[in-house]
């Protein structure tokens, strides 16, 4: 069975650090190009890290640039985000998927996702 599962959720303080985790099963990641996306209460999901169709490049949402990074272990079968100087405004719960930014609102398969909570 494919899946993508998410992990290293939590509650951190401003300014805090997280490492998530999106691990693969049923498939090999290295194949595919895997991005992060994110969605708060009350607000459409948004693509945090992830590849624009036009050019395949790694795009960062504007608010983490410089703060998040996006990286992968192939033979964990993982992919990881590294979220430094977190701020209450990255509260949401994230999502990992194998799909560029353009197709964020057409995607529908959706994994649990990996709540983090930004609070002091």
């Known amino acids: 069975q494919i899946r993508l599962v998410e992990s290293g959720g939590g509650l951190v303080q401003p300014g805090g650090s997280l490492r998530l985790s999106c691990a693969a099963s049923?498939?090999?990641?290295?194949?595919?190009?895997i991005g992060w996306f994110r969605q708060a209460p009350g607000k459409e999901r948004e693509g945090v890290a992830c590849?624009?169709?036009?050019?395949?490049?790694?795009k960062y949402l504007d608010s983490v640039k410089g703060r998040f990074t996006i990286s992968r272990d192939n033979a964990k079968n993982t992919v990881f985000l590294q979220m430094n100087s977190l701020k209450p405004e990255d509260t949401a719960v994230y999502y990992c998927?194998?799909?560029?930014?353009?197709?964020?609102?057409?995607?529908?398969?959706w994994s649990q996702g990996t709540q983090v909570t930004v609070s002091s």
């Open positions: 590849t624009t169709i036009s050019d395949g490049k790694m």
């Open positions: 998927a194998g799909i560029p930014c353009e197709l964020i609102n057409t995607f529908s398969h």
């Open positions: 049923g498939f090999t990641l290295g194949d595919y190009t």
